[in-house]
Structure formats: C-alpha cells, structure tokens
C-alpha cells in the first residue's frame, strides 16, 4: 500500500507532508445507538513502517488541533503542523525509529462529520450529525491502523482531548495498544470543563448565521465562533504564564493613558485572536468534539475507576502538570494508582511547566525526557 | 440630616431600605486628568450614625454589585441586596453598634457615568465619559463620607474590586480610616484578570447593538452583556464549587442521551444566566469598572509597594482564600508584610472557602470569625 511509506521529504527544504484520506464502508454503530453507514477519516503519516508492522506510534490530536501535526503540506505554508517540534527524525517521536500517524476523529473537520453530506438528504448533516464520543473514534481509527498495516501500536500518545482517547485506545483494545503515553486527563470531564465548553457553545449557537447548525450555504457564525475561542483563552492560558508573558505592559510600552480603547499588551494579544482572519476550524464541528470530551466518563461508563482499567495491558506511562488546574495532578494520579495496583506497569510524571494544561504543546522539550526513555522502553 | 438616619425598618415582614443619593457641585479632577463638573453618587446606609461621628463602617462593592448591599426597596423585591447576610441587627455588621454604608462608585449604574447627561451635550455620555481609577472613585466617597457627617469611618471594608477601594481609602486617606478590611486584593491586576475583562470588553462591544457605546435611544448590547456576563462564570467559580454542586449530574438524573441540546446539570445552570430576563447592570458601566480594576497598580503608581503603603495607619485586615487563583494568598501576603514591616497594625487570615474568590459573598459565616473581633478591636 503506498500510503504506508511516510511522507516526509528531507531534501533541506521544510518538511513536506501529504494530508491523506481512508474510506471505510459498512456499519459502525455508536454509543448513542446510531448507525453511521461507512465513514471517512484523514491522517498523516510521518516515517515508514516496519516489515513486520509494530513500530508505529498514534498521535491522537487535542480539541482544535487536527491530523496535520508536523510538517508544511507546501513549503509557503504560514505554519508547520501542531506538534512539528515533536515529530521528526531524532525528534521526542523519531521518524527515523517510528512510523508516526496522526489521525483526524470522527466529526472532526476533515472527517466524516457534520460537514458530510447525509446519505438521506443529500445535504450537509449539521446538527443532524449523531453525537460521537471518544470510544466512537477510537473505535474507528482502530479500522484505520488495520487499513494501514499496523499489526499492533507501538504507542499511542496524546494529551487531554487526545489523552482521553489514548487512554480509550488502552482501554478498548488492549491488544492493539504496547505503549500508552496519556497526558493532562482525568478520569472524566468534571463540570468546570463542561461550563467552559457550555459557554463556548453558547457563543456559537448564539450567533444570528448559526441558524441552528444548517449553515453551510452561508458565512456560518464566524464571529460566534471567534468569541468561543477568545472566551477560551483565560481558560487555557494560566495566569503565571500570562504574567510571565505579558505582566502590565502596555502596547506602547508608556504609562498608562486611561482610555477605554486597547492599553495593555495582554489585550492586544486577546484582540489579535478575536480577530482572526480565518477561523481555525468548522463551528459545527468544534461542538460535536467538545461534547465527546464532555460525555468522557470512565467510572460512569464502566461503573467503576478500577472496572474501567481493568482491561488495560499497556505499559502506560501519565504526565501532568503542577500548574494544571483544569486537569490536575490527583486526579491523573488515581489511574496511576489504579494500574499500579492491578500490575499494570504504570509512571507517573508531574512536570513543572508554566503553561500548565497547554505545555505538552508548546513545551516539547520538558516532555520529552519522560517520554523518549519510555517510548524505547529503556525501563523493562 | 435625615440621611444619616438608617434606613431599615424592623416590623417582622423584610428589611426595608432606600436608596439615596447625594449631588456634589465643583470640579472634581481625576487621575486621567479630565475634570468632571460636579458628581452624583449613590448610596444606602444601615444602622445609625452614632453623635461622634465615628461608628460608620464604609461597604465598598465588588464589580457588578451597587449601593443596594442589604435589604429590600419593596416588600415585594424577589431579592435582597448584595450582603444582606452580612449586614443587619446581630450581623457580621451589626447595625446595632455600626452605622453601615454601602456607596455606589463613580461611572457605577446608580451615579455619575456614562449613562449621564455630558453638560456638553445634553446627551448621555457614553463612551465619551472619562475613565474614572479606584482612586477617583475614593475620593468621590470621600466626599459623601464628609457629607454624611463621619468624621473618621471605624472601618472601610470590600472584597476585589471593594479591597481595592478598601486598601486606596487607607492610602490615600489615612486619617480618615481607622480599621480596614480587604479581601481577595492583590498589589496590582494581573495579566490574567485584563485577559478576562477584555474577553469581557470583546463581547460587549462586537454585539451590532453597541454601537460604540451610544446606544441609550436603542435596545443596547443585551446580548453582548449576556454573553459577557456567562463567559465569566468558569472565571469566578472555581473548578472545586462546581464539581461539589453540579459533578457530572444530567438535568434528568438519567444516564446521557448523547445529544447537543442541554444535558449536564452545570449547562443548565450556565444557560440560565445566559438567558436572564434583565440585565444586571448597564454595559457601559460594566466597561468603565472593569477598566478602573485594571489600572489599579499600586506599585506602577507609587514606584514600589512600600512606597504605596507607607501612608498606611489604620489597622488591617487582609483576608484570602487559599482556593482563591485570580487573586492568590501569595500576593495578599506581599502587602501584610510590608505592613508589619513599617510597623503597621496588621493581621493576614488566609480562609479554605471552596468557592475562591467569590467566597467573601456567600460565605459570609466563615469571613465574620475574622471581621467581628478586628472590627471590635478586641485584639488591640
């Protein structure tokens, strides 16, 4: 199969990748009981797989993200893909050792989901959409590592949204799963973040283009959609590491003037987001992955913590971080805990990182001394 | 004068009170330099002013509070005001040894601000009122304070956006302030808190109806204030409160229906205040507070902290709540030192209120352990 080779190019260029597509036909059931009658799901692969199918490592993609994580798909695009600083050869997930595949989700913007058109209409579904949760998509890139060869996972690896789903993965399909990497996730969603997302939806909804979802013909909720991720910010961005960012300083870097319109640098940085050109993804879509995160529930699914990873065989190593009041460190720790006690070979790391919930992004390098050692599985 | 009279009435049915209001004639010129040609302030008082002149307690309000702190205008109010567990006969504020005052602020709803008529014009102001800073409100109230016929207030006391007026009462005003209180203040406004204001600020004024400001002959920016007002809410109530009052409990009760429309308890809890018949203050309002809690910078006014605080002589009391992440104990605590450094009276009472930040208002049982005594004196 050609799609197996990766895409990345090494001729002193950027980085080229290729965004890809599978098809799969026939039914897959959802928790919520609908029936999908076949799905798409679009990916990227970065490095090659090995003969015998085991080296692969699933990068499962955080909420706005997408399967575009490292490389530029032509050299004069603006950005190179959303973990570029990860994934690479002698990077934290190597292409020279790994076959690296990022996956879409289900309902996700380049995936089949509200966007599509519903077999039955012939028109986008919308709001039509049925709700996908994080077993759902997992559920269906598991067809996507068997469309691609891969025997079994080496790793899967993700961070909150993509946390929960590889934890899902360990979950789910243990024997699919030899390495889990979950980062910034909790045993469920608690109701702090189902408010944050409940206000973003209320932005979006609340936009007079929204026009309950069926929006497609027209300009959509751009400004519905721009509040959302600017409400968002406070939200993700801790307060240290806006005071380390930006502390008082004003745009011009003069006393203050006491006027109403833009001061302070931190409100140039908010406006800047809430004014973007381009919004980064599908409205309808942003929704249905806040409401999977939303429905995560693992002692609610299974009726119990320990019931839930009961299952679990991979080696799995969690990272958390101090300053990550969303997700915080105690609740990671009590699946730790949970696998520790059933011998499930587990670690637990608590990093430092100012950013908090957004440091396994940005702040690649404090992650990978935990990961690459176990990645190479240097502890067994 | 018959104002110094307090206003609630004990006859069995509810607590009656009025709201009043003084005109003050006579340039008043701000820190921004404009001057305002004479002011109205709002106000209500409890209790009753004692011949000296000096068991007036002064409550200063938190952001989108006002004047009306205990109390109802009407027997048929649906509710009391702001602090009425805190203020009355037998209370925290016991208006049967204080005389209790809550003062509206300059560009406050009920006073002189935007919504007033510019003497330029006729016209409301609207966004052509000065920004007003917690130091022009001060002394605004220091002129309502002389009106009153306190002679020197026993105390001045708020929470937040009150602390910072509590604290510039006791700066700039020292021989006037015997006693102060100041909650969930910190030196100066975070980067964090004008990050939320201007989410706040965004989406009031990217609402059609805003107008830039001059919207008093039309509907005005309901839905922006709306959507400003339920953005904040994952800002003010922490992660803990709503896990402890809402944890992941559907309105139903039932397992999830996997659906976009309203499910979790919280969500609906957030689309009530989404969808509130009327709106709780005037946006423009809203606008110049904010921005006053913003410019409040003690050490970028004064060169350092210790310079602020040097004028300081009334006895002080800084309260905090451990939970508290908008305004941590930390920084409370920079301020009491400097304090006890000078050799000012001091005490720093750090509170494990779940709620955080918003706990000086509803958690009024746990602040008065601490309140009662200091106001009291009884530690001196």
């Given at each position: 199969?050609?799609?197996?080779?990766?895409?990345?190019?090494?001729?002193?260029?950027?980085?080229?990748?290729?965004?890809?597509?599978?098809?799969f036909?026939?039914?897959m059931?959802?928790?919520?009981?609908?029936?999908?009658?076949?799905?798409?799901?679009?990916?990227?692969?970065?490095?090659?797989l090995d003969r015998d199918g085991e080296n692969a490592v699933l990068?499962c993609?955080?909420?706005?993200?997408?399967?575009?994580?490292?490389?530029?798909?032509?050299?004069?695009?603006?950005?190179?893909?959303?973990?570029?600083?990860?994934?690479?050869?002698?990077?934290?997930?190597?292409?020279?050792?790994y076959f690296?595949v990022?996956s879409?989700?289900?309902?996700?913007?380049?995936?089949?989901?509200?966007?599509?058109?519903?077999?039955?209409?012939?028109?986008?579904?919308?709001?039509?959409?049925?709700?996908?949760?994080i077993e759902d998509m997992v559920n269906a890139q598991r067809r996507l590592m068997q469309h691609l060869g891969i025997v079994r996972l080496h790793a899967v690896i993700g961070?909150?949204?993509?946390?929960?789903q590889a934890l899902q993965w360990a979950i789910s399909h243990p024997d699919a799963v030899r390495n889990a990497v979950v980062?910034?996730?909790?045993?469920?969603?608690?109701?702090?973040?189902?408010?944050?997302?409940?206000?973003?939806?209320?932005?979006?909804?609340?936009?007079?283009?929204?026009?309950?979802?069926?929006?497609?013909?027209?300009?959509?909720?751009?400004?519905?959609?721009?509040?959302?991720?600017?409400?968002?910010?406070?939200?993700?961005?801790?307060?240290?590491?806006?005071?380390?960012?930006?502390?008082?300083?004003?745009?011009?870097?003069?006393?203050?003037?006491?006027?109403?319109?833009?001061?302070?640098?931190?409100?140039?940085?908010?406006?800047?987001?809430?004014?973007?050109?381009?919004?980064?993804?599908?409205?309808?879509?942003?929704?249905?992955?806040?409401?999977?995160?939303?429905?995560?529930?693992l002692?609610?699914?299974y009726?119990?913590?320990?019931a839930a990873l009961k299952s679990v065989s991979a080696r799995t190593l969690?990272?958390?971080?101090?300053?990550?009041?969303?997700?915080?460190?105690?609740?990671?720790?009590?699946?730790?805990?949970v696998l520790?006690?059933q011998g499930t070979h587990s670690?637990?790391?608590?990093?430092?990182?100012?950013?908090?919930?957004?440091?396994?992004?940005?702040?690649?390098?404090?992650?990978?001394?935990?990961?690459?050692?176990f990645l190479?599985e240097?502890?067994t």
């Amino acid at each position: 199969m050609a799609e197996v080779d990766g895409a990345i190019k090494r001729d002193g260029g950027p980085t080229l990748v290729q965004a890809m597509n599978a098809r799969f036909e026939g039914p897959m059931e959802l928790n919520s009981g609908h029936v999908l009658p076949g799905f798409d799901l679009s990916y990227e692969t970065y490095g090659r797989l090995d003969r015998d199918g085991e080296n692969a490592v699933l990068v499962c993609h955080s909420l706005t993200k997408g399967a575009h994580a490292a490389g530029r798909h032509i050299a004069q695009d603006a950005h190179s893909g959303w973990w570029d600083r990860a994934i690479g050869p002698g990077h934290m997930l190597d292409t020279d050792r790994y076959f690296v595949v990022c996956s879409d989700v289900l309902a996700g913007g380049a995936s089949t989901g509200p966007a599509s058109a519903d077999p039955a209409t012939g028109c986008p579904y919308g709001a039509d959409f049925p709700v996908v949760t994080i077993e759902d998509m997992v559920n269906a890139q598991r067809r996507l590592m068997q469309h691609l060869g891969i025997v079994r996972l080496h790793a899967v690896i993700g961070g909150c949204f993509g946390g929960q789903q590889a934890l899902q993965w360990a979950i789910s399909h243990p024997d699919a799963v030899r390495n889990a990497v979950v980062i910034g996730t909790g045993p469920d969603t608690s109701a702090h973040t189902i408010a944050i997302f409940s206000v973003m939806r209320h932005l979006i909804r609340n936009d007079p283009n929204f026009n309950d979802g069926d929006y497609y013909a027209g300009p959509g909720p751009v400004r519905g959609l721009a509040n959302a991720l600017v409400a968002a910010v406070p939200l993700w961005m801790s307060r240290d590491a806006m005071g380390r960012r930006f502390a008082r300083r004003t745009m011009a870097g003069q006393p203050p003037r006491y006027t109403l319109e833009p001061e302070f640098a931190v409100e140039a940085f908010l406006n800047s987001i809430a004014n973007q050109p381009r919004p980064a993804i599908d409205p309808n879509s942003l929704l249905y992955l806040m409401r999977a995160e939303e429905y995560f529930d693992l002692p609610g699914r299974y009726g119990s913590l320990e019931a839930a990873l009961k299952s679990v065989s991979a080696r799995t190593l969690f990272v958390s971080y101090r300053t990550d009041w969303r997700y915080p460190s105690e609740e990671t720790d009590r699946m730790h805990q949970v696998l520790l006690r059933q011998g499930t070979h587990s670690h637990h790391a608590v990093l430092d990182s100012p950013l908090g919930h957004g440091g396994f992004i940005y702040e690649v390098e404090s992650l990978a001394p935990e990961v690459v050692p176990f990645l190479a599985e240097e502890d067994t």
